[in-house]
């Protein structure tokens, strides 16, 4: 299993580098840190709190202050994956796009994100389900809203052509096959039908062929290079 | 080895070692093992099932076991495998004739839904249990991924679309994947089939586009 270890740039985004004098919110964060990576290299249920603690560099006593347990620590690791997504597609576009264009980006800006820290991914699409079958709703609400709202006038839903929860279903088994392959570190070979999962949805198969052929094209190789 | 052709999804193990079927008592005490590795894990989750909860629902000694697996994950795995050649072969069948290959496609699908509605504890078992192993997990995922996105792609031939999306297939394996285990999840894996029409036009978008994917559901709804 050797091969499924995350990959170097996950340890250099995660590994805690701050000085020991530390206040609570750092502690947390780094906690938040550690588990993230240690379920990337073993899984959730490999983890133990010793691991956690010995790879965040504090005490027990620290880590229950912040936590009850491991699982409280891993949905506390979830929010905070989920954030920084949100985070990330937010900014990825403009209100100037179109509702395609806008989908387009956010997609390619959530799967370099995942690229640049695989913790992430192992964490949400390996993990997260074992830990919680049901935890797949969590991350739903996180994201279909967010690409409804932008193909939503007057606030109304807007048309679908295809399912987006079954979409969204469909990316994260593309994500968790390319991770399970050990090839956490080419997500962006992906990009072209994330893309199209995004905009299918609300814009039908013709738009999302569009879409997926323009990121083929344009944004493939600059997020390779990344 | 055990023989492929056996089917463990038939098997209904009773509570106690009273009363078993004359049948089931004369079944080799790998295959009750395998049988009885579904029924306890489903029950009580992977992570609490021990050996010993395996040997009393089979009705067989820990000697026994050891001679046959390492170890409770060895058995899982071993019962995981024999479920999906199981599942391969019925895809296999229905996917494979003379006849277009829409509704070729559209009679896979209906034959994995019934497979994994026919039996909501194999279905929990495959699906839902296994990502609780640990490690070993990730690579069964893989190899079970790669063998479905496989099959249906080599059931393309020529007759078949040649999708502008590379990755159709996957899409297609991902999307019944995902559809099948939150039904698992939500304990509505007896209604999967009642979600043929709309899958298969879900599925056969990208390979076909929308007229012919909606030529098919209809067909798959009447």
Redesign the interface.
């Known amino acids: 299993m050797q091969k499924h270890r995350s990959s170097e740039s996950a340890t250099s985004v995660l590994r805690p580098t701050t000085p020991p004098d530390i206040g609570p919110q750092t502690q947390r964060q780094r906690i938040v840190d550690a588990i993230v990576e240690s379920c990337a290299e073993k899984t959730y249920a490999a983890t133990t709190i010793t691991d956690i603690v010995a790879r965040a560099r504090i005490s027990r006593t620290t880590f229950y202050k912040q936590f009850d347990d491991k699982r409280a620590c891993f949905d506390a690791a979830v929010d905070y994956c989920l954030e920084e997504l949100r985070r990330v597609a937010a900014e990825a576009h403009s209100p100037s796009d179109s509702p395609a264009e806008a989908s387009r980006k956010a997609a390619t800006a959530v799967v370099v994100a995942l690229t640049e820290r695989p913790g992430f991914a192992q964490l949400l699409t390996g993990d997260a389900i074992a830990v919680d079958p049901k935890a797949i709703e969590r991350y739903r609400k996180a994201t279909i809203p967010a690409l409804e709202a932008l193909w939503s006038n007057n606030g109304g839903a807007p048309d679908t052509h295809t399912d987006p929860r079954l979409a969204f279903g469909q990316v994260q088994v593309l994500i968790l096959n390319q991770i399970a392959t050990g090839k956490a570190d080419r997500l962006p070979e992906l990009l072209p039908e994330i893309v199209y999962l995004a905009v299918s949805p609300f814009a039908g198969h013709e738009e999302a062929i569009n879409q997926s052929r323009f990121v083929k094209e344009f944004e493939l190789s600059g997020a390779a290079e990344r | 080895m055990i023989d492929n052709s056996e089917d463990l999804r038939k098997w209904r193990l009773p509570r106690g070692r009273h009363g078993l079927p004359r049948e089931l008592v004369e079944r080799s005490q790998r295959e009750r093992l395998l049988a009885a590795v579904v029924r306890v894990t489903v029950a009580n989750g992977y992570?609490s099932t021990t050996v010993g909860d395996i040997l009393g629902e089979a009705g067989v000694g820990r000697e026994s076991f050891y001679e046959l697996f390492d170890d409770k994950l060895d058995c899982t795995l071993a019962a995981h495998k024999i479920l999906l050649d199981n599942l391969e072969e019925q895809v296999r069948e229905a996917y494979t004739g003379s006849d277009a290959w829409p509704e070729r496609m559209r009679k896979g699908l209906e034959a994995t839904l019934s497979w994994f509605a026919a039996d909501p504890d194999i279905a929990r078992f495959t699906l839902?249990e296994l990502?609780?192993?640990?490690?070993?997990?990730?690579?069964i995922?893989?190899t079970e991924?790669a063998r479905f996105t496989q099959l249906l792609n080599d059931g393309i031939g020529n007759d078949g679309p040649s999708p502008?999306?590379?990755?159709a297939a996957?899409?297609a394996?991902?999307?019944t994947?995902?559809?099948i285990?939150?039904e698992v999840?939500l304990d509505r894996a007896a209604e999967l089939p009642r979600l043929l029409p709309?899958?298969t036009?879900?599925l056969l978008?990208?390979f076909v586009?929308?007229e012919v994917a909606r030529e098919e559901q209809r067909r798959a709804a009447g």
């Not at chain 2, 990502?131 to 690579?139: D, E, K």
């Not at chain 2, 502008?164 to 990755?167: A, C, D, I, K, S």
Request: proline share 5%.
């Open positions: 992570e839902v990502s609780t192993v640990g490690p070993a997990f990730r690579s995922f893989q991924y502008e999306l590379t990755g996957e899409l394996v991902g999307a994947l995902a559809c285990y939150e999840v709309d899958l036009y879900d978008v990208p586009g929308e």
